[in-house]
């Protein structure tokens, strides 16, 4: 009878793939399950390798040559799987009778994109090796694992430890109230993004008391406690008297033709094509200085308002309530 406990185990090639799969990255506990054999070349500055960890084990070169590294890892690797794997099977073991435990390894090579490591892939399947390869442009040691935190290139051993790390390390909150990340536990998981959003928040122009953390928030309070012009300019007024001085500068001309229309214009151009468009109106020129003292006068072109100005004699402030040009109410082309 054996016992079989499971260790993984990984070989990195430090001068090729092991700096970004490996470099950095700590665990807050102490790792008994895991090693990551680190290869690197006798001449490699120790400045420049991992930091000395339980779960680190350096195997520094014999030679300072090229490939002197990726010759040690490959010599490694096949000494290890002839010598350590352990085949049992069924909690039988092969080799002694008595009661004893095993170590049963996952093992993985880390790899890069260059041919070597595809031959020794396809060597190591041909072979039945039961040895993974990692490719180091898409993993590194914190993706192997559930529970980690990207920015701090550490690895947690449970769940509440990391929630606990995130809470006490990447928390930051958003100091105003009526933002979701200003509540415990939801706020920005690095200072840099706490600073990108408050650089990013709008007051309200006339509750300037009231700050907003996105745009859609601030037009929600706009709608709701200030008023929005209904013409092109499409502006916010404080309140509803700013937005009607504003509305009817804008648009002074009413419908003459009916009284239960709406619509307002800028000038007798506009308001004329309205009147002809969509009331069909035979005569959709209206003098509004006429108007202006309660009764109608409607013409059928331009030209006959102009006629009809000059005869009537009407005075430039007649016409300046409307906004009527000048030059087309007098005639003075």
């Not at 004329?272 to 109106?281: E, L, P, T």
Request: a neutral charge; glycine letters at 4%; hydrophobic letters at 30%.
């Amino acid at each position: 009878m054996c016992s079989i406990k499971t260790s993984n185990v990984y070989f990195v090639d430090w001068e090729t793939t092991g700096k970004d799969f490996l470099k950095g990255i700590k665990f807050t506990s102490t790792q008994k399950d895991i090693k990551v054999h680190v290869f690197y070349n006798k001449k490699t500055p120790k400045c420049d390798l991992p930091e000395d960890y339980e779960w680190v084990v350096k195997h520094p070169t014999l030679t300072s040559s090229a490939e002197a590294s990726w010759t040690a890892l490959i010599t490694y690797v096949l000494h290890f799987y002839t010598h350590l794997s352990c085949t049992c099977t069924n909690s039988r073991c092969k080799l002694w009778p008595r009661p004893h435990m095993h170590t049963k390894y996952r093992a993985h090579v880390v790899c890069g994109d260059e041919a070597r490591y595809e031959e020794l892939a396809a060597i190591l399947k041909f072979n039945k090796i039961s040895i993974k390869t990692i490719n180091a442009e898409e993993k590194t040691l914190l993706d192997i694992f559930q529970f980690s935190c990207g920015q701090c290139k550490t690895i947690f051993k449970t769940k509440e430890e990391a929630t606990r790390h995130d809470l006490e390390s990447h928390n930051f909150l958003c100091g105003n109230s009526r933002c979701e990340k200003s509540k415990r536990q939801n706020g920005f998981f690095t200072k840099k993004e706490l600073e990108e959003h408050k650089a990013g928040q709008q007051s309200c122009e006339f509750c300037p008391e009231k700050i907003y953390c996105t745009r859609k928030k601030l037009e929600e309070h706009l709608k709701k406690f200030h008023k929005k012009c209904d013409c092109s300019c499409e502006e916010f007024f404080e309140t509803s008297d700013d937005y009607l001085e504003h509305y009817y500068s804008n648009l002074p001309l009413p419908c003459l033709e009916e009284p239960s229309c709406n619509e307002r214009f800028p000038n007798i151009e506009h308001q004329a094509f309205h009147h002809k468009q969509v009331h069909g109106s035979t005569y959709p020129y209206f003098c509004m200085a006429c108007y202006k003292h309660n009764y109608l006068v409607c013409l059928k072109t331009a030209e006959e308002l102009l006629n009809h100005v000059e005869e009537e004699k009407h005075q430039d402030e007649e016409f300046s309530f409307a906004q009527i040009p000048v030059g087309i109410a007098l005639g003075n082309q």
